[in-house]
């Protein structure tokens, strides 16, 4: 089983500012690794696949990179509903979720 | 537009069997290379994985939970069914089905359903 381990759990930042968080796998998942975002009460919503690729619709400032078993997922400069949990997922080895990072405001 | 719903007990019983349905509009599960998986997420804690099937009907199961689990399709309904036996209040989660494909990402996912195991 892969694990997932985000960093940090907690990220306070301020609109405007850029956010960097990261997730660690406990094994070589090569790119097969994805970013959701969530927002209370609703569902995940996927914001990158396969390490770098934005899915449909998300905007320009979420990017991600890394291979392997380190991974970044960047908000360049946070807009006030960007606010929310974000969470890897890795697919190489079976399916697995990392813990999350809560984004919040400053 | 893709979207799915779930549908099914909010409360079972410790022991009881959980019967969820998803029913999903804007895809085919006859169509290749897509797949509905299901996931569950306890209050405050981080989604996980439980089972996939496929327009072929492969399907994968969460070894933690494989001997647990059942999913069958119905292409003609839209829908799809996951059956979890022996449920213990730790399963205490919302549940939710998504769309995917052969990359096993998830997009989009249903609104998801609380479902409470309690005597």
């Known amino acids: 089983e892969v694990v997932l381990t985000q960093s940090p759990a907690t990220l306070s930042l301020s609109p405007g500012e850029r956010a960097t968080v990261s997730c660690r796998a406990s094994?070589?998942?090569?790119?097969?690794l994805a970013w959701y975002q969530q927002k209370p009460g609703q569902a995940p919503r996927l914001l990158i696949y396969?390490?770098?690729n934005r899915a449909t619709g998300i905007p320009a400032r979420f990017s991600g990179s890394g291979s392997g078993t380190d991974f970044t997922l960047t908000i360049s400069s946070l807009e006030p509903e960007d606010f929310a949990v974000y969470y890897c997922?890795?697919?190489?080895?079976?399916?697995?979720f990392g813990g999350g990072t809560k984004v919040e405001i400053k | 537009q893709i979207t799915l719903k779930e549908s099914g007990p909010t409360l079972v019983k410790p022991t009881q069997t959980l019967t969820l349905t998803c029913t999903f509009s804007?895809?085919?599960?006859?169509?290749?290379?897509?797949?509905v998986g299901w996931l569950r997420q306890p209050p405050g804690k981080a989604p996980e994985w439980l089972a996939l099937?496929?327009?072929?009907?492969?399907?994968r199961f969460s070894p933690s939970l494989k001997t647990r689990l059942t999913i069958t399709k119905d292409t003609s309904k839209n829908q799809v069914v996951l059956l979890m036996t022996n449920m213990d209040p730790v399963d205490t989660a919302t549940y939710y089905c998504?769309?995917?494909?052969?990359?096993?990402?998830?997009?989009?996912w249903g609104q998801g359903t609380l479902v409470t195991v309690s005597s």
């Open positions: 099937i496929y327009w072929d009907d492969a399907k």
């Open positions: 997922q890795q697919r190489s080895n079976w399916l697995s």
């Open positions: 998504a769309h995917t494909s052969w990359t096993n990402y998830f997009d989009p």
């Open positions: 094994q070589s998942v090569s790119r097969y």
């Open positions: 396969d390490a770098s």
């Open positions: 804007g895809f085919s599960l006859s169509t290749s290379g897509v797949g």
